[in-house]
């Protein structure tokens, strides 16, 4: 019974973690540099990282690390030297500090070796990802946004996108970064003696994509160092003016980080401003979708009539209906309906949302 261990050994590591009474500080990293042979490097840093206490995810490839880990606060010191130290491309790697967070996420160490640490459709293997653009701190990122000379590309998804962006930054239509990325060359043919700006969330995958616009030969290609996460700290520690609107998509209980006053969205229910997602409340359905306060109240938390009849049925019958149905992540598109789901359900209603 492998699985009953599992689980039961899984419960009283999580149990051991919340018994702890060292607080932890919950960190994220990543670092794009050429690992030879990933799996000796796994190994290594993992009895580091064990003895240490570290628990969390951590994505290594021959193409670089991406972790997401807490760190026994006592341990601190520690673990940055032993990380500094693991690799001379990790000496001072930038390390992403989660302030509002317990450090209680994680209660095991998961090191895995993987083809890369984001998947992004390339092979061609003259692509070298750690050949990447040139870094802008908060102060330059501003300069550029001032520069008419200068395109900033969105390279994160249509609903992030929707919330929050830099002003007159240059959205790439696809849902899946792999395809985005020779669609921002197609798109960007015509600006190659441009500067090219590129951004994402918190830098991994806009850092990626600057990799491939060398690749294709655009020389002006720089990248917003830690993402938006990053610029966002510095421009407000520093007293910057900011040049993102709206705001920040996470996966959080607040779904996005409020950074400028302004909301750019619009509820997919009736078309009123409002920047709020929200997941469908039919379990069945569960669709990522925007909705303001009084379709919430009309729709009960539901993305359309179907979803909240559907909710109110007989557990049994639910179950029923959504067997068969696919269940992956669910998004609403404004300009392309429902996505990532060969699920037939209909859509929610979009009176007045029809620009
Ligand atoms: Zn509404
Ligand atoms: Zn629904």
Known sequence: MPV??????????????????????TVSFYKYFTIDDPKAFRDRLYVQFEQRKVFGRIYIATEGINAQISVPNNQFDSF?????SAHPALDQVRLNIALEDDGKSFWVLRMKVRARIV??????PTFNPAKVGQYLKAEQVNAMAEDPNTVFV?????????????????EIPSDTFRDQLPMAVDMLNDARDKNIVMYCT??????KASAY???HGFENVYHVEGGIIEYARQAKAKGLPLKFIGKNFVFDERMGERISDEVIAHCHQCGASCDTHTNC?????????IQCPNCAAT????????????????????????????????IFNKSKGLLTSSLRIPLPETKGNTE
């Open 202 to 207: 918190g830098g991994i995958r806009c850092e």
């Open 154 to 170: 969105d390279m994160r998804n249509h609903y992030e996108y929707e919330v929050g962006h830099f002003k007159n930054a240059l």
């Open 80 to 84: 940055k030297e032993a990380l500094f």
């Open 4 to 25: 009953l261990h599992n689980r039961v050994s899984n419960e009283e590591l999580k149990a051991r973690m919340l018994a702890e009474t060292e607080p932890r500080t």
């Open 281 to 289: 409340r039919n379990e069945g359905c569960h669709l990522l979708f």
């Open 119 to 124: 998947a992004d459709g390339i092979d061609d």
């Open 213 to 215: 616009m060398l690749h």
């Open 299 to 330: 729709y009960e938390g539901c993305c359309s009539r179907v979803c909240q009849d559907e909710m109110k049925l007989p557990l049994e019958e639910q179950r029923a209906r959504r067997s068969g149905r696919e269940n992956g992540m669910k």
